[in-house]
């Protein structure tokens, strides 16, 4: 179970992978397809960058939701998928004996989503994975293998992102969290996440 205190660092952690030059270790997998390596409570996090607006790499990734079949995912989208793949034999040497935990925003989200899949398949579960506003990444296969995994997944107000591409699903139910903008693409920012999760720890330390 991922609690408040753990997802707002978590929401921290995915949104420096944003940066030009992050804190920790950068693994990157080239096509802007990038992974953050911290630490956090003991555990290693793996943070997935989310989408840079002006990649035109990443906005194939993520507009490439072809089905593609794999053989413990069932049928994921294409982009997200060879992403993940690419990003995997990199991290093998850091995850290797180690308590994982995946995070990300967007595009890292539904990476950190994948990736933890991928190691579950492989009868390596890691700790934990939460996805801050990720787009659907698969179906009834990649639910299961994620199902004993304690998993996040937030929608922040009425982003549409969550909600696609409408053929896949998530694979554990979506947490609600802060409230709809004039602007539903506004609700998209990973800022507007961190902030609404500081608030919380705010209410409760009052």
């Known amino acids: 179970m991922i609690d408040a205190r753990q997802a707002l660092a978590l929401a ?12 920790g270790l950068v693994v990157d997998a080239g096509d802007d397809i ?4 911290t630490e956090l409570d003991g ?22 939701a072809i089905p593609e079949w794999h053989d413990s995912l069932g049928f994921v989208p294409r982009g997200f998928l060879q992403a993940a793949l690419r990003l ?14 995946f995070t990300g925003h967007s595009l890292g989200g539904s990476l950190a989503i994948l990736l933890t899949a991928l190691l579950a398949a492989e009868a390596i579960p890691p700790v934990a994975y939460a996805a801050f506003e990720p787009a659907h990444t698969g179906g009834a296969m990649l639910t299961r293998v994620l199902s ?16 696609l591409p409408p053929i896949y699903e998530h ?11 004039p602007n539903p693409i506004d609700c998209h ?8 999760f500081q ?7 009052a």
């Open 171 to 181: 694979p554990c139910a979506v947490t609600a969290i802060g409230h709809p903008t």
């Open 43 to 64: 555990n290693l996090v793996v943070s997935g960058r989310g989408t840079e607006i002006e990649s035109v790499y990443n906005w194939f990734t993520d507009f490439d």
């Open 34 to 37: 990038r992974a953050v390596l």
């Open 148 to 163: 004993p995994i304690p998993g996040l997944i937030t929608r922040f107000g009425d982003d549409p992102v969550p909600d």
């Open 12 to 23: 921290i952690l995915a949104g420096g992978a944003y940066a030009a030059s992050p804190a």
């Open 88 to 101: 995997m034999p990199l991290l093998a040497p850091h995850v290797a004996g180690r308590r994982v935990v």
């Open 189 to 196: 920012s990973i800022s507007r996440v961190i902030a609404w």
């Open 199 to 205: 608030a919380q720890q705010q209410k409760v330390a």
